[in-house]
């Protein structure tokens, strides 16, 4: 079974500090897809980042890193400098690689507020 | 600007209502899915069709009917739904597990749905 886990369900920041959210993953198997999305509220899902699980380099996009570390099944996701239009909603999703990874196993999901 | 298309982005039906929602990508994906998603909650599969073929149906009510035109179309034939049924839709796409590819879907706006 497959299993990821966003403890922070919400969490609120002022503009231009950093914030963390957290991803736990659960899986038998041994190769898989982790991925961040990100929801704003006009619904759709954004695409962040895609690491596959054998390959634990650590990724930066501008403002957005991303912490893989495969001993403790962690996806960090780390927005530097936050600003206003980084508020939506966060999910962490886990994928099988493979014939039957069809589907995409998501966390609850963090809500993120960035206040001016 | 998103690549997967979804009509309506709004919708609001009777219980009686046949309608239907509808989904395009012109990315060559070789499957799409039907996703739903309740308030504050992550998204939950529906059906995925792959090759134009229905490969997963999540259990799903037979008042959603899905249907899979061309490589590029995915529909979902609503008939005689619930209150409850009330949600965001969201379609996505992606090329089929198995296939050497990147693994992430990419999402639609979703169809925002209000049964009376």
């Known amino acids: 079974a497959q299993k990821v886990t966003q403890a922070q369900t919400e969490i609120s920041v002022v503009e231009k500090e950093d914030v963390t959210l957290d991803c736990v993953y659960e899986?038998?198997?041994?190769?898989?897809?982790l991925f961040w999305y990100k929801q704003p509220p006009s619904g759709e899902l954004v695409f962040l980042i895609r690491r596959n699980s054998f390959d634990e380099q650590n990724e930066i996009s501008g403002r957005y890193s991303w912490n893989f570390q495969k001993s403790t099944s962690s996806f960090n996701f780390t927005i530097t400098a936050s600003q206003v239009v980084d508020s939506a909603v966060y999910f962490c999703a886990l994928r099988r690689i493979g014939d039957s990874g069809y589907a995409l196993n998501f966390g609850k999901g963090t809500s993120l507020l960035v206040t001016p | 600007d998103t690549e997967v298309t979804q009509t309506p982005k709004h919708l609001v039906m009777g219980m009686t209502n046949k309608k239907s929602l509808k989904c395009e990508q012109h990315m060559g994906h070789r499957a799409m899915y039907w996703y739903k998603q309740k308030a504050k909650k992550p998204p939950e599969l529906m059906f995925v069709?792959?090759?134009?073929?229905?490969?997963i149906n999540e259990s799903v009510p037979s008042r959603f009917s899905p249907e899979c035109p061309n490589s590029s179309l995915l529909n979902l034939h609503l008939h005689a739904l619930q209150p409850e049924d009330s949600a965001l839709y969201l379609c996505?796409?992606?090329?089929?597990?198995?296939?050497?590819?990147?693994?992430?879907?990419?999402f639609g706006e979703g169809s925002r749905l209000t049964v009376l």
């Open positions: 996505a796409s992606s090329q089929p597990p198995g296939t050497q590819v990147t693994g992430e879907l990419f």
């Open positions: 069709y792959s090759y134009e073929k229905l490969s």
């Open positions: 899986t038998r198997d041994t190769t898989y897809y």
